[in-house]
């Protein structure tokens, strides 16, 4: 275990924002090297939407399987050994399959809706379906309400993120991001706490625009980041200039972000204090000091289980490196020092 | 906070169908009319703190200052565009929502279009109330919070409305309210406004002066 602040000397509590696949494999990293029982997750749900009638989430599903160890490995998404019989019987109705659910994803998908449907608030449905699959950790969604995402492209027309992604393969013809809903959104149930009590922050290496971006936009997220003591350590999603997976680059060229290191960095900049970027970005870590920010430079390619526990455990050294003085709650403002 | 925010598009640009049957001038001066007709109408529902008229027309802008109303006066990005853009602008006041009307539903009555508010305010964030217009599309659309999903006015623009609430998961309930059944678009629609007993009052002298009638 890696030793950081923590109010009862134990083991730091961590707060993790997270995405999809990116998030997921960093997050199979770090449950190797924290216990679970101090994690919470706090996933995107901006991405969720109705298919079928059914209440797709597939970030919080992504991290599910990830982290029951059920995911399909090559995809990244969905379920290995998965089979997609209904997709296939649907499409032969005449509905639209741009959006592959497999038999048993959608077992989960079904789930989801009857019980919000019986009134289940999404955090406790989201509770279920991990505990279903045997995952220790907590896994919060961002909040309970619909919130989602739009992609603006170019000429103005607004898109659902999936339907951007999914259906339409992510075209370069990104204007803007939309995160209006997001932003009027309440908190699920127990993100505030989660994040007021957590020794370390960290904001997994997801897409900085629509995965971390709808979290911190929810109402109230943000302040309770910067009135939280915590260190937040945000670890890089682009390597050598390149997401990993996903259209990271496309959504942050489109808000006018530069697609590098320093680029996130100087993105997550007001409300991070600590950043983890790859050693092939080494030439840009004076820059990303110069934003303000202390840096880890290392190899953060996930290739296996074992380079996430790797990457996670440099994130949390860096974390324990920083600490916060003088935080308030009252103010929301941020305060804080950069320790050696 | 809840904005009421009305489009209406470039007088020169707007209307060619009606241009037709009434000249230029008699298309402009209805489509002032009609504008004058939905800001009254939205002046007398309980629960908006702004009407935004949004419209890359100088003139237009300054109709609607005179009528009561905020003029958001820009650039023509497209329809859908510009009402988005509104919502943004509008800022605080649109805070708890939007109540879209389209500049020429003249008809509109205040009581229908609190009907719409209220049936949003039942419904809890995040939700869509939609009136359709006769012709496929969408007389008036309320939205908390507004962006939940995005503007797609135009033609066939009431499906086009329930298909992003349903892949949005979002709540859509559909209010079939007389008063905001015609949009004043062609020949035809006139007609079928005028056949109305009541409403649009200044949109009916327009015509009136113009020689419109009933049956005309």
């Given at each position: 275990m890696i030793a950081g602040p923590s109010v009862d000397g134990g083991a730091p509590r961590v707060v993790a924002l997270a995405g999809g696949v990116g998030a997921a494999r960093f997050l199979a990293g770090l449950v190797r090297?924290?216990?679970?029982?101090?994690?919470?997750?706090?996933?995107?749900?901006?991405?969720?939407?109705?298919?079928?009638?059914?209440?797709?989430?597939?970030?919080?599903?992504?991290?599910?399987?990830?982290?029951?160890?059920?995911?399909?490995?090559?995809?990244?998404?969905?379920?290995?050994?998965?089979?997609?019989?209904?997709?296939?019987?649907?499409?032969?109705?005449?509905?639209?399959?741009?959006?592959?659910?497999?038999?048993?994803?959608?077992?989960t998908c079904l789930h989801r809706t009857l019980r919000l449907r019986e009134g289940a608030g999404l955090a406790a449905v989201t509770d279920e379906v991990r505990r279903a699959y045997h995952v220790a950790v907590r896994i919060l969604p961002m909040s309970e309400s619909r919130c989602p995402t739009y992609v603006v492209l170019r000429g103005g027309r607004r898109v659902h993120f999936e339907e951007y992604l999914a259906r339409d393969g992510a075209p370069?013809?990104?204007?803007?991001?939309?995160?209006?809903?997001?932003?009027?959104?309440?908190?699920?149930?127990?993100?505030?706490?989660?994040?007021?009590?957590?020794?370390?922050?960290?904001?997994?290496?997801?897409?900085?625009?629509?995965?971390?971006?709808?979290?911190?936009?929810?109402?109230?997220?943000?302040?309770?980041?910067?009135?939280?003591?915590?260190?937040?350590?945000?670890?890089?999603?682009?390597?050598?200039?390149?997401?990993?997976?996903?259209?990271?680059?496309?959504?942050?060229?489109?808000?006018?972000?530069?697609?590098?290191?320093?680029?996130?960095?100087?993105?997550y900049r007001d409300w991070v204090d600590g950043y983890v970027m790859d050693q092939r970005d080494a030439a840009q870590q004076r820059d990303v000091e110069a934003l303000g920010l202390a840096v880890r430079v290392t190899d953060t390619v996930m290739r296996n289980p074992e380079a996430a526990e790797r990457l996670a455990s440099e994130a949390l050294r860096l974390a324990s490196t920083l600490t916060r003085v003088g935080s308030s709650s009252s103010d929301g403002e941020r305060d804080h020092e950069l320790g050696s | 906070m809840t904005a009421a925010i009305v489009p209406v598009k470039h007088l020169a640009a707007g209307k060619s169908r009606l241009a037709k049957a009434l000249g230029r001038e008699g298309a402009e001066r209805l489509a002032l009319a009609m504008l004058e007709d939905v800001v009254a109408a939205l002046r007398g529902v309980r629960g908006l703190d702004a009407i935004g008229v949004v419209t890359p027309d100088p003139a237009v802008a300054e109709a609607a200052e005179h009528a009561g109303a905020r003029a958001l006066l820009g650039t023509d990005p497209g329809l859908n565009e510009s009402i988005d853009r509104a919502a943004r602008d509008l800022g605080d006041a649109a805070h708890d929502g939007t109540l879209v009307v389209l500049g020429d539903v003249a008809g509109a009555r205040a009581a229908d279009l609190e009907a719409m508010l209220a049936a949003l305010a039942r419904a809890g964030a995040p939700a869509v109330v939609l009136a359709p217009a006769r012709d496929g599309g969408t007389a008036a659309l309320a939205r908390n919070p507004h962006a939940v999903i995005p503007s797609r006015?135009?033609?066939?623009?009431?499906?086009?409305?329930?298909?992003?609430a349903r892949i949005a998961g979002v709540t859509l309930i559909e209010l079939r309210l007389p008063s905001l059944a015609i949009d004043l678009d062609d020949e035809d629609s006139l007609r079928a406004f005028l056949a109305t007993p009541d409403g649009g009052e200044h949109t009916r002298a327009a015509l009136h002066a113009l020689g419109i009638e009933i049956g005309a």
């Open positions: 090297v924290v216990d679970s029982a101090r994690i919470t997750i706090v996933g995107n749900t901006g991405d969720d939407c109705d298919l079928y009638g059914v209440h797709v989430a597939p970030d919080l599903d992504i991290v599910t399987y990830t982290l029951a160890g059920r995911v399909d490995r090559e995809k990244g998404y969905g379920l290995a050994g998965d089979s997609f019989a209904t997709v296939e019987a649907l499409g032969a109705l005449g509905h639209p399959t741009w959006f592959r659910l497999g038999d048993r994803d959608l077992a370069d013809e990104v204007e803007d991001v939309d995160l209006g809903a997001a932003e009027a959104a309440a908190p699920a149930p127990g993100v505030l706490d989660a994040i007021g009590t957590a020794d370390v922050i960290l904001v997994c290496p997801s897409n900085p625009v629509v995965s971390i971006g709808p979290i911190v936009a929810v109402r109230g997220v943000r302040e309770a980041i910067a009135a939280s003591r915590a260190p937040v350590v945000a670890v890089s999603p682009i390597i050598g200039g390149a997401p990993v997976k996903g259209p990271a680059d496309r959504l942050l060229r489109g808000i006018g972000v530069e697609v590098s290191a320093r680029g996130v960095a100087g993105f | 006015f135009g033609a066939d623009s009431a499906n086009a409305h329930r298909q992003a």
